[in-house]
């Protein structure tokens, strides 16, 4: 589907930037990349701002739609472009119970490995200079991560995807938040081990690590 690039996505160097930039590598989309990092400044210009007010990456926009369409958060720009430019790689459900299947693992990865353990620990461990320390948040932030990967764990016995359908923005959602784990000394579940490492070897997984994460 690379052709003329309509669609541009800033941000680079996070989990975050990661799932969109490779949800559109799997898409096969042509995208103009602006890897600008979460915490150089660079999303506290003025022409940034008016792009997205949060001051937050990522951020897409889309000239494809009359006036250009502007969409936040990794999430819902992931699930956008899989809507508005699916092809077979990304299983795109077509009934409410699969939409709700997919949407629950996409949550839990956003909400419980995401929000509420990885990114706590960032903000009271590598951020500490910014939200201050706190050495017993962080112990019980990975107290609770652990608990939630054992879930992952179970689910992801004898499983290839996340999915019965196959590979979908739930293995993108959960890969980034397993390897952002990793990266803090967390180690996974023999299945979770496996898994991560299949994903690792998808052709679009490595492609958008090095636009990601440029140098």
């Known amino acids: 589907m690379r052709g003329i690039s309509q669609i541009e996505i800033w941000g680079a160097h996070t989990a975050r930037t990661m799932r969109v930039i490779w949800t559109a590598e799997e898409l096969e989309l042509a995208y103009s990349h602006h890897p600008i990092g979460p915490r150089t400044g660079e999303t506290q210009t003025r022409a940034f701002s008016e792009l997205n007010p949060k001051q937050k990456i990522p951020c897409l926009i889309d000239h494809s739609i009359s006036g250009g369409l502007i969409v936040t958060e990794s999430l819902a720009i992931s699930r956008y472009l899989i809507t508005a430019y699916a092809n077979d790689e990304l299983f795109l459900a077509a009934k409410p119970a699969e939409a709700a299947i997919e949407d629950e693992w996409c949550t839990f990865a956003l909400s419980e490995l995401d929000e509420t353990s990885l990114y706590v620990i960032r903000r009271h461990r590598d951020l500490a ?8 948040v962080v ?9 939630q990967l054992k879930v992952v764990e179970a689910h992801l016995k004898e499983r290839e995807f996340v999915l019965d359908r196959g590979f979908s923005l739930a293995d993108i959602m959960l890969t980034t938040c397993l390897i952002w784990a990793v990266n803090y000394g967390v180690t996974l579940g023999v299945c ?5 490492s299949q994903m690792k070897l998808r052709e679009s997984y490595k492609r958008a690590r090095r636009v990601n994460y440029p140098g």
């Open 129 to 136: 200079h910014v939200y201050g320390g706190s050495a017993s």
């Open 139 to 147: 112990e019980a932030c990975f107290e609770y991560l652990e608990r």
């Open 192 to 196: 979770s081990s496996a898994y991560v």
